[in-house]
Nanobody, 123 residues
Framework: QVQLVESGGGLGQAGGSLRLSCTASGRIVIINAMGWYRQAPGKQRELVAAITSGGITNYADSVKGRFTISRDNAKNTVYLQMNTLKPEDTAVYYC?????????????????WGQGTLVTVSS
């Protein structure tokens, strides 16, 4: 069983910055991709940023140049540095990750979601 816990959400000012963190625990063994999604009231959940185990990243067009995703494999943690915040960034942000619980071929794959952390950006 794998659990993801997010932290760092809260109130930010337009033009300001926040950093979100997400740490995995449990029978993780191997983590492949990790990412951040967000969902605003009345809107669909959307991918914000993702990063592979090799460090390849991708971002939603709306956050390119403002947000940076990174990971610390030793800490089983992924970060989202959010700069130049805009009111439209207001949403619940969710961490996700996938991996395997062992190195053998017969090991089980897993996929997990965090509980979400609320980011509110005021103008």
């Amino acid at each position: 069983q794998v659990q993801l816990v997010e932290s760092g959400g809260g109130l930010g000012q337009a033009g300001g910055s926040l950093r979100l963190s997400c740490t995995a625990s449990g029978r993780i063994v191997i983590i492949n991709a990790m990412g951040w999604y967000r969902q605003a009231p009345g809107k669909q959940r959307e991918l914000v940023a993702a990063i592979t185990s090799g460090g390849i990243t991708n971002y939603a067009d709306s956050v390119k140049g403002r947000f940076t995703i990174s990971r610390d494999n030793a800490k089983n943690t992924v970060y989202l540095q959010m700069n130049t915040l805009k009111p439209e960034d207001t949403a619940v942000y969710y961490c996700n990750a996938d991996g395997r619980d062992g190195r053998a071929i017969e090991s089980a794959a897993w996929h997990a979601w965090g509980q979400g952390t609320l980011v509110t950006v005021s103008s």
